[in-house]
């Protein structure tokens, strides 16, 4: 398989570049017989549409999105799902002059190296637009997995120096700022930070935190498709993703066994039987497999590479020179990439999940029981 | 494809239980011509094997690999290499007692919750011996890359709270201490730390850094196969692993794109084409695929859950209880993990270089006007 | 994976229902550089495309292909190439009777029992409108094998009872028959067999034959990945294939050894290091590997499910009834079938020669020096 | 995915070569709680024994399978089962004078042409012994459909011009007769013609078929992982096979819609909702999904190519040469065949079933219910 397919029972396959007619995504393996319309993907595109604040580009994309196949009378039909958003504002000529040179910190270099050319429009393959597909996608997940009481969030949890406060955190704040800040007097000073970053003509990166809540235990494969290894690459795959952790995280490596373990306890009777952790270092994970409780991970995105502030780079052929980046980008796209974040996180979910159905056969059984 | 497979087009399937006859995986994709040797296996193998020091297991095995097909007058035959350590030191009767009861920080409950019922000879599939068949595999990755000129090198980078410094580094240290630190006074901290948790019936975690020098530009694909995404996935799916970094990682989120970007400067004439970076903030990876640079990346492990210190639980039918492991484990399992690391990202790295080659139709083309 | 991609390293994953907006396809994995673009891929869409004579179906369809990504100023850039034809003449109308009961030979009745509900409106998913988006990827693949000087050529071999004769065959006559048919005589026949078919309201079946030249010895892998058990996927996923042959098929299970094997043989010095086989009863293909002959296959179609004269059948809820099937529907689809036959094997092909690339160590190591 | 590995969810990763120290297998994917020993799987690995009769080889294994991994107090627990068979009478010595040249209807010049190299010892990885891990899988698969009353049978049709009668069938014959064939009379004549082969030093072929009884409707995904190209597929990837039809195969491009459509009609009351076909032409699958009836397919096997009788090849170098191979080989493969064609057809089916319980959201919310 390709690298623009994400998944194993239900797959997503991303397609099209940033100044190209389009971009969009087909999913694969989604269930019959779930509630799907185009106003319900639109929700989510437009949490990651630009122009929505003076953080964001000001390209301008209505970015509607289109179902094309798999859904017959409101619901999915088990077949794959096609979306497509048209390129609108696609100001090829913005990027023009970039044609001959490789932009610090952007794939420029690399796909020149790779596929032995240069697609000098804004990033192509590898620009932000790649994200739409995703979000497409993670809306499909997100549905699905609603369907059975499973609610992914994410939101932003530090930006630059600015960090969300546990004390302050209110994840209805989320709404209220252009930042998804949960807290907000974070988004105020994040706020004031990006300015200063604006007039430096530089930009700023940030933290995604994200939450799965509802998820059964079980869900996630023993080895290489651990549930912590598969949200790994997923959200590792969003370009500018650097970091990833998952409950504790980079701090468990300085804790003790006896500090991060999480002591299991049962409910009051008469609901003995009901098994919880007392805490969750984990992160709800434990030897890959989801565990009853809630997922949490982290994710950390670089600042936006595409800076006004005057950078040394190389031609094609090698000569040195002094650039800055004009065109229209984000001071910072950790606000835009929340719901990609989200998406992912998902996806990855709902396909491990899926996987999950074939673990026992008295399940098997069951299903082909109820066949008859 | 189920959990145990990793690869697409190099690929390892590793199977067996820490209690069961034997350990293994099978390696395919592998091309044919490359020198193999069960000494050059068991030489990693030799590196993640218990009872090296008083900081691993008591466990005696001798973990001697046999390598059963795929290899013929001492070369690869690009069939499926398949490799075998039995397993000698079982001792089930250690682990009888745990028969009834989850191990908090273990994967018993998840386990019992996915496949209805509970493996309790140490683990089975999520034991550390699951990793024989990684290093065995990753022992083949590393020879591949060897024959291009690309070295693999993880080390310990942290234990606890002690931490590598960088005036102190000296990769030739490393050898010299049993817990694989490149820097002598930091080791011996480290294992002072280890000593007092011990004492205490406790453990600890640490921070493993990795880094693949001579990885020619080009290697990783745009989207959901990513450099950077496949090694998180590779690395997230190591048991205990809870974080992965690229780069700057985490740092990154608190730059500016000023500080984070990497200036690319051309090399002297007459080598003017030669186009480098001058830094490495990005850890070697743009758009995910390999820039030149080093790979250098980190992975975070949680504290050995198994501790010989009081910790709550509950039994198989909810029963609360006191439990207090005893068994033989390791306080640390870090200095073992390193050549699981090295592995997993020799191996990774191996298949992206693999899958790279049909970039362009120029190599395609080549490829087959030297077949004629 | 779910079951709408085929391929391992190209790979087309098709999207889209008879009755929908449009149907389309996404390939993935397309070496950049391909000179490509919407007539080149138009050419072969034409060759399936309804009404080009009273033997197809009335349905009226430009099936004017739209490139949506991957191609940029005519030349592939290697990342998904995404093609999108739009549907206009649905009529769901005509088929608004049939939805209640289920029609013989056709997969409604198998639909209702996998996704619990029916698509009404002329197959959905598997109407014949689905291999679209194979001919488009097909045509890739084609214009990939084109530039290394291999050619995939299909032919309708037999209509009913009608087979062409080997002393008659003329390649030059298919394009100047309505059926495809490299026999002047044997065409005149099967039209007139088909015209008394279609006077009996009733429909017809053949066999589609299909060689691939040039291709060079070593494409396929031994195992499960062969070329003759990739080519058997690849064509009988096709719908109304019942059947297929590589060289001698069915035939070769009543030969000898003797008579069945190829000899080999040697070209005349100075080319004696030329190595042939002097007959092909393998059709190319030895050990599941490409020999350097031409490849030769057959697949067996059924006649066209949709009959105008009366069945019995069900409804939903079980009641018997008889009906009579109008629409507008072909009463062969053998011919609109060749190219689709040709579309398959030639992706199957190109698959398995870039998968070769990487067989053995050598090519790897000439690539990488290559790189440097 | 190298091709190693067959399946989605149900896989089966295959090593070894014919001269090598074993052969085996690893199954994954496979659910929890199916009771399964190496008894079970040796009953199926002993069907395809050489050494049976006078028409097999007279190489003498023991073929004695060891289960290493994934079976606990004899049940399934989920986790890989890899099982390994020990090669015991190598015999290299025999095939030592091929060293230099090609065996005409063998893989060593298609191997030598890919892999660079020649394995002399008897057809490596394209020996039948190849064929071992593919029963112990198929025999994995078989006892997970046994559990749901789904049972796989196969049996020799014909060999060489003998071919088995239906007024004579009766499939006890097949365990009374050293030639599978379920009908006496066709038995003894095609043993009759086996001598007469063998006198001539030639050898023959034959025709495999199979029947899968109970799958129940709705298996099998709709484009390409359809159950016809799926057992293609698998069918077509065991060595020697050449031809594969379903239902009336090639047949079916010779009929008339009339006659090749299947009727649907309703059980009588109080079952009217049992529906049902009147016949089977379509061998039991319609739009590549089960529809209930039994599955009907067909494999053509070509003959052995070693035979001792005189035939030209070259050597490596181009040398013309005339031979007779010598070494211990079946006059014909068919017989031993048989299982190992029951053994893909279950695996096939297993895979696909397994697959099918995530095609609806009421069966995803049936099972997460069920859960909590």
Known sequence: MSGSTYGKILTMTTWGESHGPAVGVVVDGCPAGIPLSEEMIQRYLDRRKPGQSRFTTKRSEADAVEILSGVFEGKTTGTPISMLVRNQDQHSRDYSEIAGYYRPGHADYTFDRKYG??????????SGRETIGRVAAGAVAARLLG???????AYTRSIGPVEVRKERF????????????????AAAQAEAYLEEKMAERDSAGG??????????A???DPVFDKLSASLAR?????????????????????????????????GDPPCARTIYKKTNHAGGILGGISDGSEIRFCAAFKPTPSIAASQQTVTRDGKELEISIKGRHDPII?????????????FAAADL???NMTARMDAVKAFYAFEE
Do not use: H, W
């Open 117 to 126: 050319f240069q697609d000098y429009r804004g990033g192509g393959r590898s």
């Open 147 to 153: 369907e059975l009481g499973i609610r992914v969030t």
């Open 170 to 185: 209110d994840l209805a704040e989320c709404g209220k700022n252009r930042l998804y800040m949960p807290d907000a007097e």
């Open 207 to 216: 933290v995604v935190e994200c939450v799965i809540a509802g998820l059964p």
């Open 218 to 220: 079980g869900v996630g």
């Open 234 to 266: 997923a959200i590792c795959s969003i370009g500018a993703v650097k970091g990833f952790e998952i409950g504790e995280g980079f701090r468990a490596a300085a804790m003790t066994g006896s500090q991060n373990n999480d002591a299991f306890a049962a």
């Open 334 to 346: 950790v606000p835009r990439a929340v719901v990609v974040v989200e998406a992912m996180a998902a």
């Open 353 to 355: 999940l899926l996987s």
